[in-house]
Nanobody
Framework: QVHLVESGGGLVQPGGSLRLSCTAS????????MAWYRQAPGQQRELVAK???????TYADSVEGRFIISRDNDKNAFSLQMNSLEPGDTAVYLC?????????????WGQGTQVTVSS
């Protein structure tokens, strides 16, 4: 069994910063692709940032240059540094990862953490 848990969400003023963390636990042999998604009310879930096991990053155009996805020293955790936040960044942020266990390889998701950007 594998679990992903996000932390670090909250309320921040426009122009501010937040750092989200995603920690995986359980029967983990390796973490492969790691990603952050977000979903605002009434909108579809969108990919915010992706990090491959080889270190390649991809960002949504709307966050390019403001957000940074990285893997933490704890190899089963990764983060999203969000800078210059805008009201349009308000959403529930979810982490996801392609994880290989001793039995199989599957996509796993966290429950999400709320990020609200407002003055």
């Amino acid at each position: 069994q594998v679990h992903l848990v996000e932390s670090g969400g909250g309320l921040v003023q426009p122009g501010g910063s937040l750092r989200l963390s995603c920690t995986a636990s359980g029967d983990i042999f390796s973490m492969n692709n790691m990603a952050w998604y977000r979903q605002a009310p009434g909108q579809q879930r969108e990919l915010v940032a992706k990090l491959t096991r080889g270190g390649r990053t991809t960002y949504a155009d709307s966050v390019e240059g403001r957000f940074i996805i990285s893997r933490d020293n704890d190899k089963n955790a990764f983060s999203l540094q969000m800078n210059s936040l805008e009201p349009g960044d308000t959403a529930v942020y979810l982490c996801g990862a392609l994880i290989t266990t001793t039995l199989s390889t599957n996509n796993y998701w966290g429950q999400g953490t709320q990020v609200t950007v407002s003055s």
